[in-house]
């Protein structure tokens, strides 16, 4: 419970990048021990979403244009072979289920709705690849992935739709090098506007994060 509800806190920006995060007063609040509290911050960090940082304590990570460049290097490579995989494995049933997100992403309007949406029907694409080995690889990136699609939510949602749209024909159509060039495509779009946006998400003194990383290593 705790784990969940800080990591909707942080995607949602109710935690803001540079926020301490405080064992004994996040316990208080969730009615917990500093036990549960402790495990979901090792989850968090995990994922990328907390750092530890010393003589500071676990502060919100930053979200870098760097990060998000490291983010979409890893999306252009296993999305892509995740909706090729896809093109080959995928039964009526999973078409059906991805069909399902694709029209429950395009139906929504609220920014948060729209990136949880979105974010999912990416995460259907993994798992349809029959890859169990993509899926857990894939997985610890689901946050993150969702929380760059709600900092990104002024982009072209029709533009993302359609793209979504000619994903989910060509995964339907079984034709791998199209899904993959689809998919491509779709992740690649959103590199240069996502990059740019960046520039402005955090006040955090990213040097002074970066300088407790040297140390830690």
Known sequence: MVYETLKEQIIEGVLQPGRRLVERELGTEHGVSRVPVREALRRLEAERLVVVVPRKGVLVRPFTPADVADLFDVRESLEVLAARLAAVQATEADLKRLRASLDHAARQSVPSEIARANAAFHTVVVELSGNALLVDIMRPLEARLRWLFRLTSSR??????????ELFAAIAAHDPDA????????VSSGRAPSLELAKGWSAVDTLEVARSRRKRS
């Open 156 to 165: 072209d949602i029709a533009q993302q739709c359609a793209e979504h749209a």
């Open 179 to 186: 899904a993959a060039e689809c998919a491509l495509k779709h």
